[in-house]
């Protein structure tokens, strides 16, 4: 009896054997599956982001001490995206007024600093925290046509020289 037992094994040891030509098949068959999705999902990710780029325009501004820098000075009224870099060598912040006055004539409180709830101008957009030195953020907003200025409004940045005029037409 003991010795009879290998027999079985053996047998499905073959079987075994025999079944690796059909799962080497399927494992080659999903294989080209998981490529041909991956490749209808690069696709698609693609066209959506071909399709993002063009309907929202992505304006690339430079923050250093102590300038902005856009690299067009009007943009198209909407939905606007704004892809922040720091620069440095300070932290900055990135806040975008609606104001008809020159970009160096906001108006002020008594340190200097741009008064964000004058009602001379509306602040639209307020980054909150800072862009670290040599970090990126990417902001969205919403802007109707009209006359802008993006500030960095931390204590001495505007009167340094961060501010620049943003026509949306
Ligand atoms: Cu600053």
């Known amino acids: 009896m003991l010795e009879e037992a ?6 499905s040891g ?20 998981v490529i041909a999705s991956l490749v209808a999902i690069g ?9 993002a780029t063009s309907a929202v325009p992505n304006l690339g ?17 909407g939905l606007v ?5 720091n620069a440095g060598p300070s932290g900055h912040e990135f806040l975008v007024f609606r104001a008809s ?27 909150g925290a800072n862009i670290d030195p040599n970090g990126s953020k990417v902001f969205h907003a919403a802007l109707t046509p009209g006359a802008y200025v993006l500030v960095c409004n931390l204590p001495g ?7 620049l005029a943003l026509s949306v037409k």
């Open 6 to 11: 290998p027999a079985p094994s053996a047998t």
């Open 81 to 85: 995206d704004f892809t922040v870099s």
């Open 101 to 127: 006055q020159a970009p160096d004539a906001l108006p002020t409180g008594t340190d200097g600093r741009v008064d964000e709830s004058s009602d001379q101008i509306t602040k639209v957009f307020d980054s």
């Open 14 to 33: 073959a079987q075994e054997a025999r079944r690796a030509g059909p799962a080497t098949a399927t494992v080659v068959l999903s294989v080209i599956a």
């Open 61 to 77: 501004v430079i923050e250093k001490d102590f300038s902005i820098l856009a690299p067009v000075a009007t943009v198209k009224g």
């Open 157 to 163: 940045h505007y009167k340094a020289g961060m501010h």
């Open 43 to 51: 696709i698609s990710i693609r066209a959506r982001s071909a399709s």
